[in-house]
């Protein structure tokens, strides 16, 4: 089964707001967390990672946060754009980068 | 484009038929990766390289899939006599040794 697993299948956001999409997992072993992006017809893009030795990751109007008590992590994109509509997978590495994705959570960002 | 190229983008075949897709990853990578991809799921792995090395196969993949990288390079996924259940977008991805794996555009396999 999936070892990470998305809370909600679909979010929609005003444009300009602020974006969360959560995610859980079920191994507390797990160590190497990665979202991805996908937009329709394309494959996965990568956004940001983050490792079991942090808590929280910062990139270009995204931020990761990783609970690792209640293993879970989030994804928060400032100042959502319309750009931004795509669907968002959390995934595991495994080790060597092989990855288990979960669901994905659809965002729609609303003019 | 030096990203990663996947052919063909669509594929309609036969249930019963043999299809053949090709992934030519980035240049300079070792580690090439074969997933699939149902709508309205994730990516799911089904096996990985290391240059012309296969290291693991998922136990998604049946006896009727088939993955080569012959020379370390480009990479073949086969599937002999299509099921219906076959049917999905096959994506892959390659990665310099441990590092970020980019993912090509797919390959939509309809079985019909």
């Known amino acids: 089964g999936e070892s990470v697993g998305l809370h909600l299948p679909t979010l929609s956001v005003q444009e300009g707001d602020n974006s969360i999409i959560n995610c859980a997992y079920s191994n507390s072993a797990s160590d190497y967390f990665i979202w991805y992006k996908q937009e329709s017809g394309k494959g996965p893009q990568f956004i940001i990672d983050?490792?079991?030795?942090?808590d929280k990751r910062q990139g270009q109007r995204v931020t990761v946060l990783l609970n690792k008590t209640v293993k879970h992590l989030s994804l928060q994109i400032a100042a959502t754009q319309p750009g931004d509509s795509a669907v968002y997978f959390c995934a595991e590495n495994k080790g060597d980068y092989k990855l288990s994705f979960g669901a994905g959570t659809t965002v729609t960002v609303r003019a | 484009d030096t990203g990663v190229s996947q052919d063909p983008r669509h594929k309609i075949t036969k249930r019963g038929q043999n299809v053949t897709f090709r992934c030519d990853p980035i240049s300079e990578h070792n580690r090439l990766y074969w997933y699939r991809q149902t709508l309205g799921q994730g990516p799911e792995f089904l096996t990985y390289f290391q240059n012309e090395a296969q290291l693991e196969k998922s136990r998604l993949l049946s006896d009727r899939f088939s993955a080569e990288r012959p020379k370390g390079s480009f990479s073949t996924l086969e599937i002999q006599r299509t099921e219906q259940g076959d049917s999905a977008m096959y994506l892959c991805?390659?990665?310099?040794?441990?590092?970020?794996?980019?993912f090509g555009q797919g390959t939509r396999l309809t079985v019909v």
């Open positions: 983050i490792r079991s030795n942090m």
């Open positions: 991805a390659s990665s310099l040794d441990d590092t970020e794996a980019f």
